[in-house]
């Protein structure tokens, strides 16, 4: 990227799809896959970090991949917990705060205890949130965040937008700027459903362990040439800009 990216997004989230793809076109094991995707998420973390993102949300393991073989369940939960182990201490080392979103309840103790372990790395100051969606889908969290809402303001007729976005796994986050899936493939796969209502959908046909520092850059390079209208008329947002 030439100079610095003239407008860089708050919030990334990304749909890191393809490492069985990628291990299966190298006769590889699908594990061998997984593991180089780890590798790719820490090219992309260093790269958000770097550019000056906010947040970076990334889908680790949806509520729907339960109905994988239960041998690649067992090796997905294992690289789960082993990538906090090692990373957290670094991660927090770059100010960059971990926080894990998703149901729990079927996670190991194990697992939670490791979640738990990364999410309390004191950190001063964080230049950057990474939010990992694990054991998560979007539908699970709006129907968490209306149940939540309900318990707290029984009558439904004062419900707003907003009241409900206050009960979201991750209200204390902007809303999704930019969406990025790799892999090739166009949905979003039941993620950030309502985060993203007005975010930039970029897909790219590069499989994710493949997926390094430019792969994000050419990310922000595109993202900055979209004009965002948020509903207004090209027009109205050009008046705005000069304004």
Known sequence: ???????IPRHVAVVMDGNGRWAESRGLPRAAGHRAGIDALRRCVNAASAAGVAALTVFAFSSENWRRPEREVRLLMALMGRALRRE?????????AVRVVGDREALSPVL?????????????SPRMVLHVAFNYG????????AQSLARAQPDPTGWTEEAMAQHLSMSDLPEVDLLIRT??????????LWQAAYAELLFLPTLWPDF??????????????????????SAQVQAGAVA
């Open 112 to 124: 939670c205890r490791a979640i738990a372990a990364a999410e309390s790395q004191p950190i001063e």
């Open 183 to 192: 892999g090739g493939e166009y949905r979003i796969s039941n993620f950030v």
């Open 1 to 7: 990227m030439n100079g610095p990216c003239p407008r």
């Open 88 to 96: 957290s201490r670094r991660l927090a080392e770059h100010r960059i």
């Open 212 to 233: 390094s520092e430019s792969s994000f850059a050419e990310a922000l390079e595109m993202y900055a040439q979209r004009e965002r209208r948020f509903g207004k008329t």
């Open 138 to 145: 979007g539908r699970w969290d709006i129907l968490q965040a």
